[in-house]
């Protein structure tokens, strides 16, 4: 199984991360066996999963309980699980969750936040548990932000930016995602980093790219991002299947 080191050589080597998210057994597994380097349990089942209208709705059990279940289909892609909203309020808070999550079968937890959020992330560091950072569009914080905003386009919210990803870097975290941010200043970001970058809307030259299946694969047709260009139709595929059952079974055909 990769580790939280092997996706770190990543980035010293030149090769591109890929990620996407799970949160059952079938997926992750499917998705293990496809070839990723890491899976993320986000708290985007909130919405894709869960019919909830952002990811603050989530709870903490919510979270332990899907990322158990997408742990027994993973075999060799890091496992990494997103602490919900409000979980990581102190350090002692975010520590005692990402261990709940790391017993549930994770390999590493992430978090939202940068400068500010530096003592929880050392917290969870220096208990050993690898972690991975957050900065930029923080869908946790949309109902404060108003909305999904590209971030970084000033400089002074690019210098901002860069400082959160140091203090996420300084707080020993192995990557950092980089949501909906302004592809140059992603751009430089990566630059100034060790750690690698993964990408969410944020352009082509992060060190890494991480979407969310569902989008990827037409499995949510009620909303689909801007950014995403779908490779199947998983949700019409399912549509045709249904009505063909409906009609089938209608006509008194065999059954299934």
Request: net charge negative.
């Amino acid at each position: 199984m990769l580790t939280s080191d092997d996706i770190r050589q990543r980035k010293r080597d030149g090769r591109k991360i890929s990620s996407l998210t799970a949160y059952d057994y079938p997926m992750g597994r499917l998705l293990d066996e496809s070839g990723l380097d890491l899976i993320l349990v986000g708290d985007s089942l909130g919405m894709v999963v869960l019919g909830h209208p952002d990811t603050t709705f989530v709870t903490m059990e919510d979270m332990v309980h899907h990322t158990r279940a997408v742990a027994r289909g993973v075999q060799r892609a890091l496992l990494v699980a997103d602490l919900p909203a409000r979980s990581y309020l102190t350090p002692g808070a975010a520590l005692a969750n990402a261990r709940r999550l790391v017993d549930a079968g994770a390999g590493a937890v992430k978090l939202e936040g940068g400068t500010g959020m530096r003592p929880q992330m050392e917290a969870i560091t220096n208990a050993g548990i690898p972690l991975m950072g957050h900065i930029g569009m923080l869908p946790q914080s949309v109902r404060e932000e108003g909305g999904y905003k590209v971030k970084g386009r000033s400089e002074a919210e690019a210098r901002a930016l860069l400082q959160d990803g140091l203090a996420v870097q300084e707080a020993g975290a192995f990557a950092v995602v980089l949501e909906i941010v302004a592809p140059e200043t992603a751009h430089r970001i990566t630059q100034a980093l060790e750690i690698p970058t993964v990408g969410i809307a944020s352009g082509a030259d992060c060190d890494g790219q991480i979407l969310v299946t569902y989008d990827l694969i037409g499995l949510f047709p009620w909303f689909q991002p801007k950014f995403v260009t779908p490779k199947a139709q998983i949700a019409s595929a399912i549509r045709d299947a249904v009505a063909g059952y409906i009609e089938e079974t209608r006509r008194g055909g065999p059954a299934a």
